[in-house]
């Protein structure tokens, strides 16, 4: 039962993060199980806030919860998916009560840039806390899986690792911080190299590479050996090291999809030249080093000292639109909470 009083509103932020090693895969869909460990980096600035409120009167004209999205209705793919982890709120809290939510990304919606991460912890954190639930860290992020599997990762701040786990029902696939943000100040900038949603969505490249890519088993197998080399830079700080392991992750996940049938290419013409860009600097002593997450847009992970001679370079890359400079963000948090007046 709910340990507050209910109806409340409450107000959640958490950041994107960028996935150094990749989750690329699951082992259970319905679950969302990743079929892989992963480590991340949370950033600061760049995520989603998120508003939550349970009440009589937070459905929508059909009584359903209301999904707000940006300023607009969600559409009705998203607005499902956030009712599906609002009904798992609602079975723990065993309440019934319709929701409210309205919810604004400070990054491009389903581009390639990580929102749902952010959107879904987020929600997970505002939808417990309205619904009257205290949950750990840990219960927090094995719920916000449920929606995003990378959303696990954006309970925590700074680099964060997620675990495969190895039990059916998921509770041992879950995230720990390994860092703080504060521990290692980095800079990972963006280049965007095009705009609107991706072509085809994660979880259906996921399946599609899953079942049909010849080199979907090696790609699983070398995940271990770039979660272990990338826990030794992160001990050490070793940008070089965290930074070579971050592209090899990158395009062994790439080079897998591609190999799906038909094949899964997220790549543009922008996307080839900013990666050239970025071993041009290396070649000419600036130490950063890219990372592709699934879309079109590159990201560099660099020393705050090289971070404008980087940005500087991708803003010349033919089809980089817009560049994001972000560092080491925090876990996610309540920033607002509101126990409302009841007659």
């Given at each position: 039962?709910?340990?507050?009083?209910?109806?409340?509103?409450?107000?959640?932020?958490?950041?994107t993060?960028?996935?150094?090693?990749?989750?690329?895969?699951?082992?259970?869909?319905?679950?969302?199980?990743?079929?892989?460990?992963?480590?991340?980096?949370?950033?600061?600035?760049?995520?989603?806030?998120?508003?939550?409120?349970f009440?009589?009167?937070?459905?929508?004209a059909?009584?359903?919860?209301?999904?707000?999205?940006?300023?607009?209705?969600?559409?009705?793919?998203?607005?499902?998916?956030?009712?599906?982890?609002?009904?798992?709120?609602?079975?723990?809290?065993?309440?019934?009560?319709?929701?409210?939510?309205?919810?604004?990304?400070?990054?491009?919606?389903?581009?390639?840039?990580?929102?749902?991460?952010?959107?879904f912890?987020?929600?997970?954190?505002?939808?417990?806390?309205?619904?009257?639930?205290?949950?750990?860290?840990?219960?927090?992020?094995?719920?916000?899986?449920?929606?995003?599997?990378?959303?696990?990762?954006?309970?925590?701040?700074?680099f964060?690792?997620?675990?495969?786990?190895?039990?059916?029902?998921?509770?041992?696939?879950?995230?720990?911080?390994?860092?703080?943000?504060?521990?290692?100040?980095?800079?990972?900038?963006?280049?965007?190299?095009?705009?609107?949603?991706?072509?085809?969505?994660?979880?259906?490249?996921?399946?599609?590479?899953?079942?049909?890519?010849?080199?979907?088993?090696?790609?699983?197998?070398?995940?271990?050996l770039?979660?272990?080399?990338?826990?030794?830079?992160?001990?050490?700080?070793?940008?070089?090291?965290?930074?070579?392991?971050?592209?090899?992750?990158?395009?062994?996940?790439?080079?897998?999809?591609?190999?799906?049938?038909?094949?899964?290419?997220?790549?543009?013409?922008?996307?080839l030249?900013?990666?050239?860009?970025?071993?041009?600097?290396?070649?000419?002593?600036?130490?950063a080093?890219?990372?592709?997450?699934?879309?079109?847009?590159?990201?560099?992970?660099?020393?705050?000292?090289?971070?404008?001679t980087?940005?500087?370079?991708?803003?010349?890359?033919?089809?980089?639109?817009?560049?994001?400079?972000?560092?080491?963000?925090?876990g996610?948090?309540?920033?607002?909470?509101?126990?409302?007046?009841?007659?």
């Amino acid at each position: 039962m709910p340990d507050v009083p209910l109806p409340r509103s409450v107000t959640a932020r958490a950041g994107t993060n960028i996935a150094l090693v990749k989750y690329w895969g699951k082992r259970d869909a319905a679950l969302n199980l990743p079929a892989t460990g992963s480590l991340s980096l949370t950033l600061a600035d760049l995520g989603t806030e998120t508003r939550v409120r349970f009440a009589d009167d937070a459905g929508d004209a059909s009584g359903r919860d209301s999904v707000m999205l940006n300023g607009a209705p969600a559409d009705e793919k998203v607005a499902a998916r956030v009712r599906r982890l609002l009904d798992l709120v609602r079975a723990r809290a065993n309440i019934t009560l319709p929701a409210e939510i309205v919810s604004t990304n400070s990054i491009p919606t389903a581009a390639g840039l990580a929102s749902s991460a952010s959107g879904f912890a987020a929600l997970t954190v505002a939808a417990c806390r309205a619904a009257g639930l205290t949950l750990s860290p840990a219960a927090l992020s094995e719920l916000a899986r449920r929606g995003s599997g990378s959303a696990a990762r954006s309970i925590f701040g700074g680099f964060v690792e997620m675990a495969r786990g190895e039990r059916t029902d998921g509770s041992d696939a879950i995230a720990h911080g390994l860092l703080d943000a504060g521990a290692w100040d980095l800079r990972l900038i963006a280049a965007i190299t095009a705009v609107g949603a991706k072509a085809i969505g994660s979880t259906e490249a996921m399946d599609r590479t899953a079942r049909t890519s010849p080199y979907f088993a090696a790609w699983k197998d070398a995940v271990g050996l770039d979660l272990h080399a990338a826990r030794a830079a992160l001990a050490t700080r070793d940008l070089a090291a965290l930074g070579q392991v971050a592209e090899r992750s990158a395009l062994r996940m790439h080079a897998c999809a591609m190999a799906a049938e038909p094949p899964v290419i997220y790549w543009n013409a922008a996307t080839l030249a900013a990666m050239r860009a970025v071993t041009n600097l290396r070649a000419s002593g600036v130490d950063a080093y890219f990372t592709i997450d699934a879309g079109p847009h590159v990201k560099v992970l660099c020393a705050p000292a090289a971070a404008a001679t980087v940005e500087t370079a991708l803003r010349a890359v033919p089809g980089v639109m817009q560049t994001l400079v972000a560092a080491p963000g925090p876990g996610a948090t309540i920033t607002e909470e509101i126990t409302e007046e009841t007659s």
